[in-house]
């Protein structure tokens, strides 16, 4: 289980790089349309015609299903209404597992999965109870403590992988949904968010996020490690290096093109062989995604100018980095990074640590030695959980601020 871990989280990293270099793309060619993936078969992620009447965070639709691989637990599927990046409403999708025989207003936490596909059925909600989602067994960890789970699909109806700022929103609505389903017993209950590397990307952005966007729920703390916090420092460093994990970073593009189509049109700077990758891709998983794009560039798939240089892509670059965002979070954080990662510069994290502990946040910021992108998940999660536990109880949050 570790080494799967370490493969597919080490890879998210890397995705990362590729990615918003690829988003940036000058338009040298004509216009080529956002490759968006196949609609969802089932009838149950429809949006409702009344959806943009609805608030954020309304229960759109909801049903129990069977908890396969969560003995100890009852599960629910919950539509509801969010919205996107452009301010248009959307129905998005959580999964609720919550411990049998739990009492009400019982504490919740948010567990956001490093997702890192483009097909739709790759999502949390389709593959948590088919064995599909590596981070099964911590989820199960967080069951035996007795807390509730939420697992919300945080990539939205079009699984615009990158798009972080949308992440975090999408979160935040996933939890006002599973405390307004009535079944889940969840209340007002004390709310907790935790996710490692692409997972932590919308973790960290539901924390920045919640004083303004959701003042109302009582988030008690956030555990995150091996946070992607400024992506264009990642593009700047690493961008357009060959790499085994190019498809990710491909897939990337690809994700943030669907959610920003007018400010970061992938399409108008590939040429064939980038457009055919494109249409192939726009529906895979990750290792069918990893496959496809394993050691290419961004140069033997592109013409025209430098891509790290526009001015509309870099905006997008600075819209979903966390680091830039002038919000802090007023939620306790518990921050952990391996010393020994080469993917995601610790640099920025310590930055935005500070920015943060500068304007009052309680900060914990562990780093640990020797750790790269892929071990540091392992070794960081036990604190991460025993940290949110302390929250829980009500114990003062550490800071080494």
Avoid at 159 to 182: E, F, M, N, T
Wanted: include cysteine.
């Amino acid at each position: 289980m570790k080494s799967v871990l370490r493969k597919i989280i080490g890879s998210t990293s890397a995705a990362l790089v590729v990615a918003v270099g690829a988003a940036v793309l000058a338009a040298p060619n004509g216009y080529a349309a956002p490759a968006y993936p196949f609609a969802d078969p089932d009838p149950f992620y429809n949006a409702p015609a009344d959806v943009g009447t609805r608030a954020d965070g309304d229960v759109l639709a909801s049903r129990s299903v069977a908890a396969t691989g969560f003995p100890t637990a009852e599960a629910w599927q919950i539509q509801y209404k969010s919205t996107n990046s452009a301010g248009v409403p959307i129905a998005a999708v959580t999964t609720v597992l919550v411990p049998r025989g739990a009492p009400v207003n019982r504490p919740l936490v948010s567990y956001q999965p490093f997702v890192n596909s483009l097909g739709l059925q790759c999502a949390p909600s389709h593959q948590l109870f088919v064995g599909g989602l590596q981070e099964t067994p911590a989820l199960n960890a967080l069951l035996a403590r007795g807390w509730a789970v939420a697992v919300p699909d945080h990539l939205g109806p079009s699984s615009a992988y990158g798009a972080a700022k949308l992440g975090g929103r999408l979160v935040l609505d996933g939890i006002r949904a599973a405390q307004r389903l009535p079944q889940t017993g969840l209340g007002a209950g004390p709310v907790g968010l935790a996710g490692y590397s692409g997972g932590a990307m919308a973790t960290n952005w539901a924390a920045a996020l919640a004083p303004t966007y959701s003042p109302e729920l009582n988030i008690v703390g956030a555990a995150q490690g091996g946070t992607p916090v400024n992506i264009g420092e990642l593009a700047d460093r690493l961008g357009g290096t060959p790499s085994d994990a190019f498809g990710l970073g491909f897939a990337a593009a690809i994700g943030l093109e669907r959610e920003y189509p007018t400010r970061s049109p992938l399409g108008n700077g590939l040429n064939v062989e980038g457009l055919q990758l494109r249409d192939r891709m726009s529906n895979l998983c990750t290792d069918s995604i990893l496959a496809a794009g394993a050691g290419m560039s961004l140069a033997e798939l592109t013409d025209g100018p430098s891509i790290l240089t526009d001015p509309s892509g870099r905006s997008v670059m600075d819209e979903n980095s966390v680091q830039l965002y002038p919000g802090v979070p007023r939620t306790p954080m518990y921050v952990w990074h391996g010393s020994a990662d080469p993917l995601v510069n610790i640099g920025p994290v310590r930055e935005t640590v500070d920015k943060y502990c500068a304007q009052g946040a309680r900060v914990q910021f562990d780093v640990i030695p020797g750790a790269d992108h892929g071990s540091a998940t392992v070794l960081g999660v036990g604190p991460a959980f025993s940290y949110l536990g302390d929250r829980f109880a009500g114990i003062p949050a550490p800071s080494n601020c």
